[in-house]
């Protein structure tokens, strides 16, 4: 099959800018990513690329300009291509593999996650995916409510099932990632996820959680941190991801603000994942 790959440059580049440009190019029927260090590889099939496709792509920063370059691919197996040289399986702590379907299981460690990986994030590779990843086998979720905000490919809500928790409600805006989420639900088994898409305003109604996770970005964590602890237990966890540790401070006094209390924090290459407990 032939792709057209698109080069994009944001300058200033941010990995927030980088996600919000892969939903909208996602909006207009581009089906694979990879973020790089200065924006994205953006792939589409060639039969349905225009370059007035570009034209309603607006990242929503008056102070960020985005180039594209643009060429036709070779006919060839590009998702071949991508699970031979991009995709590998990775192991969390011994305790958790994340594999795709070509990969072949690994049956003496205990928790197997298989993720479609689509060219794109949400395979555990990502500094902040794996430090959920780390977070969520070091805290008890059997038989715990869980809530899984910018669920993604659905990652972290199958690890939370596999973990024993008694439901998982999977929450994304984009619609790729409610798509995606509900393949690999189909692909671990796990029939008590409910995935759903919209944002926090969809909360309301939805009960009360024992478990928060939230690995989104700074400025949407800032704000509905409110309303996600509005549907938080006392003596409930929430999980912060999806930014970097000069973000801490301004999180942090977010949080602490708001009645919580931070029990763990972890670094990755310049990223952050935090948990804290809502006081009783």
């Given amino acids: ?22 939903a909208l190019m996602a909006d207009v029927g581009f089906e694979s990513f990879m973020e790089t260090e200065t924006g994205l590889e953006a792939y589409i099939q060639h039969a349905e690329f225009r370059q007035e496709l570009l ?10 300009n985005v180039e594209y370059s643009i060429s036709e691919l070779e006919d060839k197996d590009w998702n071949e291509e991508w699970e031979k040289n991009y995709y ?3 192991v969390i702590d011994d305790k958790c593999i994340v594999r795709s ?26 500094e902040t995916t794996s430090m959920m990843i780390e977070s969520i086998l070091e805290i008890n979720v059997t038989g715990h409510r869980v809530l899984d905000m910018g669920c993604g490919t659905g990652i972290l809500a199958i690890l939370a099932s596999k973990r024993g928790a008694s439901e998982i409600l999977a929450i994304d805006i984009d619609e ?18 409910i995935i759903k898409q919209g944002d926090a305003s969809i909360l309301s109604g939805e009960g009360m959680f024992d478990i928060i996770i939230a ?7 800032l704000a509905d941190m409110k309303a996600y602890l509005k549907q938080l237990k006392p003596g409930g966890l929430i999980l912060f991801s999806g930014f970097y540790e000069s973000d801490f401070n301004v ?8 009645n919580l209390r931070l029990t763990n924090r ?13 006081s009783q």
């Avoid at 034209?55 to 960020?64: H, S």
């Fill in 101 to 126: 379907p070509f990969h072949p299981a690994q049956p003496e460690i205990p928790i197997e996650i298989i993720i479609e990986p689509k060219m794109s994030f949400g395979t555990g590779h990502h």
């Fill in 266 to 278: 972890k670094e990755k290459n310049n990223w952050t994942a935090l948990t804290y407990e809502l």
């Fill in 176 to 193: 790729w990632c409610i798509r995606n989420s509900e393949e690999n639900c189909q692909l671990n088994s796990t029939g008590n996820i």
């Fill in 55 to 64: 034209d309603d792509v607006k990242l929503p920063f008056d102070d960020t």
């Fill in 88 to 90: 590998q399986p990775i």
């Fill in 1 to 22: 099959m032939r792709y057209t790959k698109v080069v994009a440059t944001i300058s200033p580049f941010t990995s927030e800018k980088a996600e919000i440009l892969t």
């Fill in 215 to 221: 690995n989104i970005n700074r400025n949407i964590l």
């Fill in 251 to 258: 999180i942090d006094e977010e949080a602490k603000s708001l």
